[in-house]
Every structure is written in C-alpha cells, then in structure tokens.
C-alpha cells in the first residue's frame, strides 16, 4: 500500500509502506478519506510522538470500507462504510481500527465528509459532555471557535441547548461561527476577549470552557468562570506555564481538567464514540449539525494540505481524499 512517510528533513512523500494486520478487537479498513488535525503538524516535526504500539504513521481519523475483520470483532462486516477514531496511521491506503473507535458513516454521507467527523465531535464531545458535564442552558466559551474542534464544539451547544461564545483570529471566522449557531464572540487580534464574554456572561459567568490556548488565556478564564464553573484544558497553543489565582478557583469552587483523547484506553474512546453514535449521528442523519470543511486536497498534495492548516485561516476540517470514493 501507499501511505506518508515523514522523511528526513520533515518533508512528507505519499509512498510505499507496509499493509498492517487486523489484531483480533480490529478491523482492516480500506482508507476513502482521512482528516488533518493540529496534532498532526506537531507530530510531523517530532513533538507528539504517537502513542506506544500506534501507528508511526500520521492520521487520527478516517472514513472507508471494511475489509478484513479480527476474529473477536462483533458489529462490523466486510463490506461496511465506516469513520474511526485512530491513534495513528489514517495517511494511509489501509489502516487498523479498533472496533469500538469505528461507527457507521452517517447516512447520506460521503467519505470525505465522514472523515471529517470522528477526532473533532469525539473532542468536543468528551471535554464538553462528558469531563465538564455541561447542562442545558449553561453557558460556554468555546476559544479557536472556527478550529476543526470549535465549529464541532458550537453546533453541539446549540443543538443541546447551551449559548456560546467564541474567539478566533478573523472577522470572517466570526461570522462563520454566528453561522453555525454561536450568540457571541470576539477577535483575538483585536485585544483580550474579557470586555466582550463578559457582556455575554452577565453576572453569572461561564460554566464550561473549552480551552486549546492555554497558559496565554488562564487568567482571562479564571476571571470569566462563575461558581462551580469547569474550565478543560485540551490544548496549549498559548504556552503551558503561567501563573493561577488559587484563591480565586478556591472562592468559585471552579476545575480546571486536562484532557486528551489519543493516549486513552480503547474502552475509554469506545465509550466516547457510542455516545456520539447515540447522541449526535441522528441529528448528522437530519442535517442539524454538518461536517464543516474548508478544503478537500487528494492526499498527494498533502504537504499543501498542511500548509494550508498550519496558516491559521481555515474553518472547519481540511481533509485528504485517499481514493476516489473521498474525493467526491
Ligand atoms: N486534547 C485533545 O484530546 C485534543 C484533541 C483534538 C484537538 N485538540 C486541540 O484542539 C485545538 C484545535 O485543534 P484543531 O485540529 O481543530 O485545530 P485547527 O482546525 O487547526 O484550528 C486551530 C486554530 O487555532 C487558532 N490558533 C492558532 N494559534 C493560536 C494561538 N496561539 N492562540 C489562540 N488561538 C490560536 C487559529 O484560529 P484563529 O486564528 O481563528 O484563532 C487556528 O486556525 C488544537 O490546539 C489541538 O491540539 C486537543
């Protein structure tokens, strides 16, 4: 098969490399479209190795066929149109899946499209519903609003009944952002999103924060958090050392929860997906909530592909079609 390799001086070339093996919890799925995520560009450049017995390969997700099925796999046949979670390996013609990280292609989807679920709704799902526990009607700051995560982010705050507000690096991102069911937000060029959010807050402050800057924003959120409020850390885009005011998370009975999804177990991950699958597929079935993608590239273009990430001006997903079915 065909897969990227990271050479040498950090290049990437779409070349030959083995075909992995199903173990028995796996299925061999046959790659229609892959996904970029942030993690992926550090990765490339050597600072997120994969996790032990993942995939050196990059590509965190997937939409394809089955293929080959592990003798303990129970749901998936082959033959059947599925999107995964994966710790690796997505840049791939074929990759490895666990059972439990796979769900069926919503209806009426196509590969690309798929592909452009799995990473951002599992994310935003965990840290949103799961880790801070958001309850109807609670209000949420969602920073990066127009990242792969955020437009997830904001489409299941408005679909579960919670406002949010956002923050992002361009007008047209905002707008963007209102679009997709966001009440507020503020442009991180344009100053401290404080004055702004807590317009949106009012005297309550924020319950929930979704949070991918880190130490850059900690004060700023701290400040906005109400009583009991839960800030999870997914990212540290803005640095990870900083200073915190624990009398201030004391006096508000505020968490602050570090989360990734990579490096858990695969029940963990399992837990996550059939919680989408229940949840969240039926309103992907009805339309509701939509896979949002900037650009589609054929995979041989990848190194284009994370250019086009790596410069900050994308909304939503940029995705690699691996064979024609993910082109479309
Ligand atoms: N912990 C986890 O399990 C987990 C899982 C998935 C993703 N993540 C994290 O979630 C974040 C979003 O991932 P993604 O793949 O959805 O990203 P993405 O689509 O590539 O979007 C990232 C956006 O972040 C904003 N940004 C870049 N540098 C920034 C900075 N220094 N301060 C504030 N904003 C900055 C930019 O948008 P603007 O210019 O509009 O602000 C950029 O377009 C990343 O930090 C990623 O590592 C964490």
Redesign the pocket.
Known sequence: MKAVIVNEDKSLSWTEADTPSPRDNELLVKVGATA???????QRRGLYPPPPGASPVMG?ECAGEVVEVGSHCSRFKVGDQVCALLPGGGYAEYVTVDEGSALPIPEGLDAASAAALP??F??AW??IFMEAALQPGEKVLV??????????AIQLCKAFGSPCFV????AS?LEACLQLGASAGS???EGSFLGKAREFAGDTGIDVILD??GG??LADNLELLGLGGRLV???????AVTEINLAQMMMKRARVIG????ARPLAEKAAVMSQLEEKVWPKIRDGEIKPIIEKIFPIEQVEEAHAL??????I???ILAVSPSGSS
């Open positions: 970029i995520n942030r993690a992926d560009l550090m965190l990473e951002v599992a994310t965990l840290n920073h990066a609003g127009a990242s792969g995560v955020g437009t997830a923050t992002v690096g361009a991102k442009n991180r060029h991918p800057v850059a924003y850390l997914i990212g540290l885009m803005g640095g989360s990734t999804l990579r990430v790596a410069s900050d001006t994308t939503g997903k940029v």
